[in-house]
T-cell receptor
Framework: GQQLNQSPQSMFIQEGEDVSMNCTSS?????WLWYKQDPGEGPVLLIA?????ELTSNGRLTAQFGITRKDSFLNISASIPSDVGIYFC???????????FGKGTKLTVNP | GAGVSQTPSNKVTEKGKYVELRCDPI?????LYWYRQSLGQGPEFLIY????????DSGLPNDRFFAVRPEGSVSTLKIQRTERGDSAVYLC?????????????FGPGTRLTVT
């Protein structure tokens, strides 16, 4: 099925560093969402974006809805060990309720 | 409040058997979704319910897969004549369901293994 292009696939960083990951699509999306998934758990919603150009923060997380509506990025500032996990972007196209997901970015934080 | 719950958490079945996976959405959420997640992949959409009706079942891979939500709350995903390729984590999500409410909240998933 259709999936978004999410990069990087994996990241290995030191505690305290900032992280950036992004997602691109060939389709225009009306909504972008970012999720975090821990092993054996379901994805947990981090941030939802509804307008092109929108910049939204949730604690140390900041996400933006790209102007073209075909991309989004997620930044994590001052990473901590509990940030470890897999981060997924998801987009919702107009006229559809389903979410299309990227393949995820696996984040490892070294203390 | 209580989140989305799914049972069982794990299910091992033999090829050819029938299985049912249950999802209990967040109270008050009228929209319910089923996704399937294979190892190393993001979730892939299967079916969406608004209330009791399946509004979009375009993601169901074939006619062995069927889902119901008879009272507009709990949903059951049914898989007939299971195949080894059906092995995956089946995720359920729910949302408020009003216009512009696309924030979907996921349950912990059911890990299905077909031997």
């Amino acid at each position: 099925g259709q999936q978004l292009n999410q990069s990087p696939q994996s990241m290995f960083i030191q505690e305290g560093e900032d992280v950036s990951m992004n997602c691109t699509s060939s389709s225009i999306f009306n909504t972008w969402l970012w999720y975090k998934q821990d092993p054996g758990e379901g994805p947990v919603l981090l941030i939802a974006l509804y307008k092109a150009g929108e910049l939204t923060s949730n604690g140390r997380l900041t996400a933006q809805f790209g102007i073209t509506r075909k991309d989004s990025f997620l930044n994590i500032s001052a990473s901590i060990p509990s940030d470890v996990g897999i981060y997924f972007c998801a987009g919702q196209e107009g006229g559809s309720e389903k979410l299309v997901f990227g393949k995820g970015t696996k984040l490892t934080v070294n203390p | 409040g209580a989140g989305v719950s799914q049972t069982p958490s794990n299910k091992v079945t033999e090829k050819g058997k029938y299985v049912e996976l249950r999802c209990d959405p967040i109270s008050g959420h009228t929209a319910l979704y089923w996704y399937r997640q294979s190892l190393g992949q993001g979730p892939e959409f299967l079916i969406y319910f608004q209330g009791t009706g399946a509004a979009d079942d375009s993601g169901l891979p074939n006619d062995r897969f069927f889902a119901v939500r008879p009272e507009g709350s709990v949903s059951t995903l049914k898989i007939q004549r299971t195949e080894r390729g059906d092995s995956a984590v089946y995720l359920c999500a729910s949302s408020l369901g009003g216009v512009g409410t696309y924030e979907q909240y996921f349950g912990p998933g059911t890990r299905l293994t077909v031997t």
